[in-house]
């Protein structure tokens, strides 16, 4: 997820090399900076919002001790035992995260590739987005409210909350390209300090009335919610913001390994979070006026301004860690066929995982600038947050059922019965949410089925375009012999034809014995795949195979989290014999100029979505690396 803000060492994305304990604690406390960002921010608004939609706004004992219970147990059913506990083990080669989920789970599943597998995958990837766009604004706008709440002066700041968010938020996304190296070291220590702020606070107030520690129990929570009654279950979409950036656990696993992530969640961020939220319901039940603002209440004034500065410093390291969690997914998204080529920008030479995706940055600062003028209070963006979360966690469970079954081999009854258990826990927060469609909810989800439309476009219009262009191509062996009983005029040096499909003619090596009526000494028919696993080893990355004396077929195999890089991987096949100068080949490309038709297989508006996408792709000469002065590329008219 958070590629960018890690810039993390491989070591520990290889969990059979466990590494030092120094290097494991600093691993922890880097995992705090960019895995439990967002998690952390919720006590600004968690608590706020549960309180406010319980009966009599949340001021009498029993809905205190049921909120603090509710979110107790949220983060122990949800983020400890599912997270924690199971679903870091369903790890591909080390990664985690939905793309990574789906890749592994198409992996094990006998019987090769499964379309419901491939659309759970998307709408997870585009539920992810649909977060990433709300995340910033709802965690950087709780913060800044805080302005109004400053001793002294803060009732007269209230009109500056608005737009000192919106220039912060604009100053976030303006400096994504110089890319976030340097000050990624700093986000573990910073945020660590905001955690033991928050038990600190905590603990400061649970002594304003003991008895909140009675909301241990979840005998409380499920009081409440019968109490309640269907307001209770209105209330769980509130509670359930305390468990937001849950999912980071496991998509940020590739980064800092299993053990940091588990140990900082343990050790650090569950202990003072719970402390938070009991040392709020202490103080909301000694004065019952402060639960319409609990958090920043419970700030004593003395050190009201380093706390508030260090608040603002923690929602933007949060953001940071979901902007980039959305370029590494795009990068996946790509690879896996997801989405056309996009401009991916490396903004480190010597730190992976640097990238920079000024497409997805362009519309996230303006989903979230637009989000703030719409609702302009956390309270009201936290009624369209959550749905998001929810849905990408259901997404999970069911991808974690393949995973289960097939790749750990269990039983059915027991993949069904793990999956059934958690889904039920998503199931409820769902429906849950799901109530919140008129206060906002809605934006996200036509949000994520936008993105769901626009990924199903692509990955069907380019099955269209493969099946065409197949059935209208020559066999690649058939043309081979073609040539060797007539052979064409040879020109010297070697020709690379790239192409998607290995076993048919590519487009540019037709037209370029039609047109110009030559064939090069050596011709490599070039395919550049995607593994479903993150990452593929130089050893594995290239393999040969020779058609005749004319003809060569190279395949170059990349992870779905690499960067394509076409001129270094053929640097590896010198090692298995095939010699050439990359100053001295020449890369023909098939540039398909492409057409809408009614009768496609898919709907005419789809066709013109699919050809608006293709228009707006990324040339392949800049995607994969290649010299452009060694380009030629020739085109073709396709109708789809």
Known sequence: MADQAVGADKASEDPSHGPKKD??????????????????????????????????????????????????????????????????????????????????????????????????GMFGAALFYADGIITPAVSVLGSMEGMKEIPGIGSRLEGFVLPATAAILIALFLIQSRGTASMARLFGPITALWFLTLGGLGLLHIGDDISILRSLS???????????????????????????????????????????????????????????????????????????????????????????????????????????????????????????????????????????????????????????VMFRTSSNLAAAYGIAVTGAMFVDTLLFFYIIRYMWKRPLWQAAGACTAFGFLDVVFISSNLLKIPQGAWLPLVMGAALVVMMWTWHRGTQILSDKTRRDSVPLTELAEILRARAPHRAPGTAIFLTSDPDTAPVALMHNLKHNKVLHEKNIILTVSTAETPRVRDEDRVKIEPVNDDFKKLTIAYGFMETPNVPKALGLCRKLGLKFDIMATSFFLGRRSVVPSAQSGMPLWQDKVFIYLMRNAANPTDFYKIPPGRVVEMGAQVTV
């Open 23 to 120: 290097r494991f604690w600093a691993l922890a406390l880097g995992s705090v900076g960019v895995v439990f960002g967002d998690i952390g921010t919720s006590p600004l608004y968690a608590m706020r919002e549960a309180l406010a939609h319980s009966k009599g706004g949340g001021s009498d004992e029993m809905a205190v001790l049921g909120v603090v219970s509710l979110v107790t147990w949220a983060l122990i059913l949800i983020v400890t035992i599912k997270y924690v506990v199971f679903l870091m083990k369903a790890d591909n080669k080390g990664e985690g995260g939905g793309l990574a989920l789906m890749a592994l789970a198409q992996r094990v599943r006998p019987g090769g590739r499964s379309a419901v597998i491939f659309f759970l």
């Open 218 to 372: 979840p005998t409380y929570g499920v009081l409440f919610l019968l109490d309640n009654g269907f307001l209770g279950f209105v209330i769980l979409g509130s509670v359930f913001l305390a468990v937001t950036g849950a999912e980071a656990l496991y998509a940020d696993m590739g980064h800092f390994g299993k053990g940091p992530i588990r140990a900082a969640w343990v050790a650090l961020v569950l202990p003072t979070l719970v402390l938070n939220y009991l040392g709020q319901g202490a103080l909301v039940l000694s004065q019952p006026e402060t639960r319409a603002n609990p958090f920043f209440l419970m700030v004593p004034e003395a050190i009201y301004w380093p706390v508030w500065l260090l608040a603002i410093a923690a929602t933007v390291i949060a953001s940071q860690a979901v902007i980039t969690g959305a370029f590494s997914m795009t990068q996946q998204a790509v690879q896996l066929g997801l989405f056309p080529r996009i401009d991916i920008r490396r903004t480190s030479e010597t730190q992976a995982g640097q990238i920079y995706v000024p497409f997805v940055n362009t519309l996230l600062l303006i989903g979230v600038l637009v989000l703030l």
